[in-house]
């Protein structure tokens, strides 16, 4: 009777398994240096100084919650899965053939290539002057190194973006490449997430109490950064040491900014809220209440109506540029006739309309809009290519010039947006 196999125990399965690591470390250590080299300089590098190399070798991108900061299994686990896949297909070319290797690899493996002299020089090994000087040239190239933690960081910050809402949860992700210390021999890559929630107030407006979100976005470099706006940019007067005020946002305004935001990111769009009143443009509406200006990219896209509430701004709606009651929208109005029915009707009052691959096609609604001050939503169909999400399924424009014909008797001469933004400017 055939005696029956043991299973191999777990001690050996490891043992297995980290054998495996390192032979498929040591492939790649070859490869990576005898094509930065140009030659086969893998082979004179003695085989205890490539043992020290592996042993002290950079290890894989390890992710933890920042101190003090909780971050759910979810999400943990959702982090891990999205930076190994991108990490995987984002590459790094090795000179001097342009042979490319993934993120992932160099973080490890490149980097690991740096200390081969190093080791040589402290074992104290003889007849390496060869090898030494062909790694010369990769090792002194801080350019590979600092153009491969520059695609991991932004890798990190789109992670951070992508992850964040600001009526949830707002994150964003920090790298540290740590040297050995006297406890330790490997070198180590750290990823540590942090996290904060917007706080969330009650704001008595009009005899209503009205829930709302303090505004603010997290970044790689800076973390958490709360908005705040001086009333000087306000002109508001009588405000003792021009004192910041933090910045809140109704949930009635958030609902509105995602109805006529669609088309791209969430996430995206939420960002450029904070971009935007970074360098805030404040005007009034034709009935004097305070606008700031919505920018995607630089663009024009539409405005925040606020109030002073004590000593907070509370964001009241939000208006895309060709909606009735913003200057532009208004004046769109006078040009052209067309109500606030036949805008929602015509869906001219939402980004998503504007993703028209034929939007530039037609020299009248060209016009039509640029006379308004519109022609910001035709640039940035250019400009959103990575974060749009959805494209209008046909354009709306055809069917807006036969609106605009059939009211031509109504419709007086067109007024250019600079008569009308000039007087309502601060």
């Not at 939007?359 to 974060?387: P, R, T, W, Y």
């Not at 419709?411 to 400017?425: D, F, K, M, R, S």
Request: with cysteine; charged share 25%; hydrophobic share 40%.
């Amino acid at each position: 009777m055939a005696q029956q196999k043991k299973k191999p125990s777990g001690h050996q399965l490891k043992a297995i398994a980290d054998a495996k690591h390192k032979n498929e470390f040591m492939r790649k250590l070859k490869l990576m240096v005898n094509t930065c080299c140009g030659e086969d300089i893998y082979s004179l590098i003695p085989t205890r100084a490539l043992d020290t190399v592996y042993l002290i070798r950079y290890h894989s991108l390890k992710i933890t919650a920042a101190k003090g900061h909780v971050i759910s299994a979810a999400m943990m686990a959702e982090v891990k899965v999205d930076l190994a896949n991108l990490l995987k297909h984002e590459t790094v070319e090795l000179p001097p053939s342009g042979h490319k290797i993934s993120l992932a690899d160099f973080m490890t493996v490149g980097l690991s290539i740096y200390s081969i002299t190093v080791v040589i020089d402290a074992l104290k090994i003889p007849n390496t002057n060869k090898v030494n000087s062909a790694l010369l040239q990769y090792c002194m190239d801080e350019k590979i190194k600092v153009g491969a933690v520059a695609q991991l960081l932004n890798i990190l910050e789109s992670i951070g973006f992508g992850n964040s809402n600001i009526e949830t949860r707002l994150y964003w992700l920090d790298y540290t490449m740590k040297d050995p210390d006297e406890n330790k021999v490997r070198l180590d890559n750290y990823i540590k997430i942090y996290t904060d929630v917007p706080k969330s107030i009650k704001i008595k407006i009009d005899g209503v109490s009205r829930p709302a979100l303090r505004l603010g976005w997290a970044r790689l470099t800076s973390g958490m950064k709360w908005l705040t706006l001086k009333p000087s940019l306000l002109n508001i007067s009588g405000v003792p040491d021009d004192q910041p005020m933090e910045v809140y946002i109704q949930s009635h305004a958030l609902h509105r900014f995602r109805e006529r935001t669609e088309g791209i990111y969430d996430f995206a769009a939420q960002y450029y809220i904070y971009e935007s009143f970074l360098k805030p443009n404040v005007c009034h509406d034709r009935n004097h209440n305070l606008l700031i200006e919505y920018r995607i990219k630089g663009l024009k896209t539409g405005y925040f109506r606020f109030d002073i509430v004590g000593n907070i701004v509370v964001l009241r709606t939000f208006l895309f540029l060709t909606n009735s009651g913003t200057p532009e929208g208004d004046l769109l109005g006078k040009n052209t006739g067309l109500k606030v029915l036949d805008k929602n009707y015509l869906a001219i009052d939402k980004l998503s309309t504007f993703m028209s691959s034929d939007i530039n096609k037609n020299e009248q609604v060209n016009k039509i809009f640029s006379d308004a001050g519109c022609q910001s939503l035709f640039e940035l169909h250019e400009m959103l290519g990575n974060i749009c999400i959805k494209h209008s399924d046909q354009s709306p424009f055809t069917l807006m010039l036969d609106y605009i014909r059939f009211n031509e008797t109504q419709i007086p001469e067109p007024i250019i947006v600079e008569q009308l933004i000039e007087t309502a400017t601060i």
